[in-house]
């Protein structure tokens, strides 16, 4: 972390907006000395969002190979910046909708790097809580999953014990209220749903929930709700029951009835 002193601009210049957040902003740009290039996520106003915990979640976890790499942090006391690996291989999800649908063969190798990814944050305390297939992203153009990185962890959030001490949850049962622990297992259950909406789009080539570009917000929160999703006709008439199986345990309506990352990689369909 680089004190006020030493300016963002000094080491990088910078290029074109990737993305636009509400509160953040996502460009390229070019280490001066070296020429390589990166990706910066700049957090315009600290003091309207802190990106503390989202830094010192990418300094813990940000080896593991599927993780985002956090390369510098800059702080000029308004703005932060954050230079992470730049990624070159575009969104899981335009890929999805480019080829339509995936075969089961690739869409479990993905499943299977994900939910792994997803497992080793759960079992350290941390919920991504935003893993919607635009945060997931490939990193070269190989297309291969081993090049998939979960990314942004601006609403991801660690487990820690009532004096602020991170925990993980081999450890939490005896220290922590059973409100947090709750939560957290709501946390870890919304993000498996997430993969659950992100293997139903892989096998069919559409969302589970919006089937038409008419559909209001209203009538897709209601089916959401409801839990009803269709796993028959278009891609689904030529897809496995094992697949079929693992959707409906993903999307369970119940949270404490939804598979868990371990129960994702233990069944038969991805193991």
Same mark, same amino acid.
């Given at each position: 972390?680089?004190?006020?002193?030493?300016?963002?601009? *000094?080491?990088?210049?910078?290029? &074109?907006? %990737? /993305? +636009?957040?509400? !509160?953040?902003?996502?460009?390229?740009?070019?280490?001066?000395?070296?020429?390589? $290039? #990166? @990706?910066?996520?700049?957090? %315009?106003?600290?003091?309207?969002?802190?990106?503390?915990? &989202?830094?010192?979640?990418?300094?813990? !976890?940000?080896?593991?190979?599927?993780?985002?790499?956090?390369?510098? +942090?800059?702080?000029?006391?308004?703005?932060? #910046?954050?230079?992470? $690996?730049?990624?070159?291989?575009?969104?899981?999800?335009?890929?999805?909708?480019? =080829?339509?649908?995936?075969?089961?063969? &690739?869409?479990?190798?993905?499943?299977?790097?994900? @939910?792994?990814?997803?497992? !080793?944050?759960?079992?350290?305390?941390?919920?991504?809580?935003?893993?919607?297939?635009?945060?997931?992203?490939? +990193?070269?153009?190989?297309?291969?999953? $081993?090049?998939?990185? %979960?990314?942004?962890?601006?609403?991801?959030?660690?487990?820690? @014990?009532?004096?602020?001490?991170?925990?993980?949850?081999? !450890?939490?049962?005896n220290f922590v209220a059973p409100e947090v622990l709750k939560r957290q297992g709501y946390d870890a259950a919304c993000d498996i749903w997430s993969l659950g909406v992100?293997? #139903?789009?892989?096998?069919?080539?559409?969302?589970?929930? @919006?089937?038409?570009? *008419?559909?209001?917000? /209203?009538?897709?929160?209601?089916?959401? /709700?409801?839990?009803?999703?269709?796993?028959?006709? /278009?891609?689904? *008439?030529t897809v496995s029951e094992a697949a079929k199986d693992l959707v409906k345990k993903m999307?369970?309506? *119940?949270?404490?009835?939804?598979?868990?990352?371990? =129960?994702?990689?233990?069944?038969?369909?991805?193991?």
């Amino acid at each position: 972390l680089h004190g006020n002193s030493v300016q963002f601009s *000094d080491g990088y210049e910078l290029r &074109e907006d %990737i /993305g +636009v957040g509400s !509160y953040s902003v996502c460009k390229r740009c070019i280490h001066k000395t070296t020429n390589m $290039e #990166y @990706a910066v996520k700049v957090i %315009i106003d600290k003091s309207k969002r802190d990106p503390s915990e &989202e830094i010192e979640i990418l300094l813990r !976890y940000g080896q593991h190979p599927n993780v985002i790499t956090l390369k510098d +942090v800059y702080d000029d006391g308004k703005s932060v #910046y954050l230079v992470t $690996e730049l990624m070159k291989g575009g969104e899981l999800l335009d890929k999805i909708l480019r =080829q339509k649908f995936f075969s089961e063969r &690739e869409a479990s190798a993905v499943l299977q790097t994900i @939910a792994r990814t997803v497992e !080793y944050l759960h079992s350290q305390g941390v919920v991504h809580r935003d893993l919607k297939p635009s945060n997931i992203l490939y +990193v070269d153009e190989s297309g291969n999953p $081993e090049s998939l990185r %979960i990314c942004d962890f601006g609403f991801a959030k660690q487990l820690r @014990a009532e004096n602020g001490l991170l925990m993980t949850p081999c !450890y939490t049962a005896n220290f922590v209220a059973p409100e947090v622990l709750k939560r957290q297992g709501y946390d870890a259950a919304c993000d498996i749903w997430s993969l659950g909406v992100l293997l #139903y789009t892989m096998l069919a080539g559409h969302t589970p929930f @919006a089937n038409g570009p *008419d559909d209001t917000p /209203g009538v897709i929160l209601t089916r959401i /709700g409801s839990g009803r999703f269709l796993l028959s006709g /278009g891609n689904w *008439d030529t897809v496995s029951e094992a697949a079929k199986d693992l959707v409906k345990k993903m999307l369970h309506v *119940d949270p404490h009835q939804r598979f868990t990352a371990a =129960q994702v990689l233990r069944h038969p369909w991805i193991a």
